[in-house]
């Protein structure tokens, strides 16, 4: 990729922030409101999720491009992998990662493989391994970013490698082995 292009996303991720965040803001604070009628509250949590969505990917497609472009400076830190995925189960282990980073790609790889997949998926940890299962079939290609329908995963993927985790499928599940502290 052209280092003028990921320049160009880098500023459109910027750009596009200020009114996601007026769209994001005003979701909120008419869902704070009492006496909201269906459809109307269900139309307005679905905007809100829709904005925190939007969020997310604009976020990790704006790292992607610092990565592409060689200007990610990661602010590495060790902290418990099992910290890294609040709904996990498992025991966590010591690892060293751009934690805010690591976090996003965990969940769009997650958020990927259930929406993909049409299932819930269980994500847990054992020491710096992290899983994410089942991944069905159809749905694999997609999670690791071989197939480009899914820009979180694609890119979460790229993320996680560029901090130097491992990701693999292995059968149905998929196994991101984070980098332990030197």
């Known amino acids: 990729m052209p280092a003028d292009f990921t320049r160009l996303v880098s500023l459109a ?6 009114p996601l965040a007026t769209v994001s803001g005003f979701a909120k604070t008419l869902l704070r409101q009492d006496g909201l009628e269906d459809p109307a509250g269900r139309y307005l949590g679905m905007i809100d999720a829709a904005a925190d969505e939007l969020v997310e990917l604009l976020d ?3 790292l992607a491009a610092r990565i592409e472009g060689g200007r990610y400076d990661p602010m590495l830190r060790v902290v418990d992998s099992l910290e890294l995925v609040p709904d996990a189960t498992g025991s966590g282990a010591p690892v060293e ?3 805010e980073a690591a976090e996003r790609a ?8 259930a929406r993909h997949g ?10 710096p391994v992290v899983s994410i299962e089942p991944v069905v079939e159809s749905a694999a290609a ?5 197939d480009p329908k899914d820009l979180g995963s694609a890119l979460a993927v790229g993320l996680l490698r560029a901090l130097g985790a491992e990701v693999a ?7 991101i082995t984070l980098p332990q502290p030197a």
């Open 60 to 62: 990790i497609l704006s």
């Open 106 to 113: 965990l969940r769009a790889l997650a958020h990927g493989a």
């Open 169 to 175: 499928l292995e059968g149905e599940r998929l196994r």
């Open 97 to 99: 990662v751009d934690v």
């Open 142 to 146: 997609i999670v690791l970013g071989d």
């Open 13 to 18: 991720c910027h750009d596009l922030r200020t």
């Open 118 to 127: 049409g299932i819930e998926v269980v994500v847990s940890v054992e020491g």
